[in-house]
């Protein structure tokens, strides 16, 4: 993207939301836009240019927003209102035509760096972006942004390259993944890169082997149209957990350029041992909600929802290796599922346990490995558990306990006016920038798909079709037996 002479990027002048009445405006969106004014971090005269099918004036439209934040427990502050509200513009079109674009460009008069979002279905991105360029608006400062999933498989997500890849130039298409967005994921990156403390220890030398959990309680719902061609695997796996999995493992890059960070989270997922028939069977497994309860409530199965049977998986967990010098012999454990036990999303490095203990009988049974827990959600937190002795004293020799030094994130930011911010903020700033370090790269994107294309071709070929597991548990049995086989456990 073009440079200022100080070797800026320019910030962009508007953003035009495509499926602004949708739910993805409506419950982040929006309210990130809004916050990020609060903040004081939208340029003066920055414009909000939102666009759907539906019909709706002006009026209409910012009273909706109004009502949406409205509804948010932090509150409308009347001042920022005030501002926030004079940016706002709605233009109801059908921006795959090129005529419908063009409805967008007497909105847009003075503006030459617009962001484009869609936040429509996949299967538009491509047509859109034809029609934006018919109508002259993708300029040579604009920039694009894009929601997962980009495609289904390898194949779907090239077609989708190529086409908005035909329009905008690669450094102007920021691919979202919005886990990049959370403070604790950025905050891996500071853990370890900003200490001299864990990089030496972080390796197969030390480290016994990781696990990264995204539970959710939330079933499928409504989203089932959507959700029944995907599942887990391609819902979740392919690029929330993937890209943690990446920020785990990845080298130290030179600097935090976005090609420098990019080329080490792609070095990552080339490394992915491939998965084969036999890994399918010992190394992965399928799961899908039956009836249940979840948080003392009754909820109903996947198929009941659904309104038939279905072969999609709502509950996946894999064994991950990655092959190169640095994890040779570390399995990553990796899972996730709807209508779990809890909305927790984990990553727990756990380390090797001391190669001897001196401490004798009594303290044989208190000798705990150090594990490193990064929490994402429901709290932020960073916790070290490291052994100390018990207090007191008696006469079987020492004793020893494991104690958490924890970095609470939630304490340490707390205080009048903090709030916990909405990841699409951070990553709609960064846009407005040209930042892309947080965003995936095409070449990113495509060996993500290549490595779960194998999975789903090993699951096909095994004939490995979802286990039933009842909503409110932790998934099929087979998720225990697979970190059990190699006598570790997950950490619940
Ligand atoms: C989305 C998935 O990308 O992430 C959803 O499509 C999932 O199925 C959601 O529920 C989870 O996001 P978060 O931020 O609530 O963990």
Redesign the pocket.
Known sequence: MAQNPQGETPLADAIVLFGATGDLSRRMLLPSLYFLDADGLLPVGFKILATARAQHSRAEFVDQVLKILAARPEGVDDGVWARFSERIDYVACDATTAAGAGELKPHLQGRSRPMFFLAISPSLYGRVCVALAAAGLAVDESRIVLE?PVGRDLETSREVNVAVGAVFSEDRIFRID??LG?ETVQNLIALRFANTLFEPLWNNLTIDHVQIT?A?T?GVGE?WPY?DEYGALR??LQ??MLQLLCFVAMEPPADMEPDSVRNEKVKVLRSLRRFTRAEAQSASVRGQYTKGVVGGREADGYEAERGQPTGTETFVALRVDIDNWRWAGVPFFLRTG?RLPERR?QIAIQFKAVPHSIFGNAAKDDLVANRLVIDL?PDEDIALTLMNKSPGISRGGMRLQSMPLSLSLLRAYEGPGSRRRI?YERLLLDVMHGNSTLFVRRDEVEEAWRWVDGVADAWAEAGLAPKPYAAGSWGPSGAFALIERSERAWLD
């Open positions: 997962k919005h886990y959370k995204v959710e939330e989203r959700y819902d979740m690029n929330h709807k999303t959600q990841a």
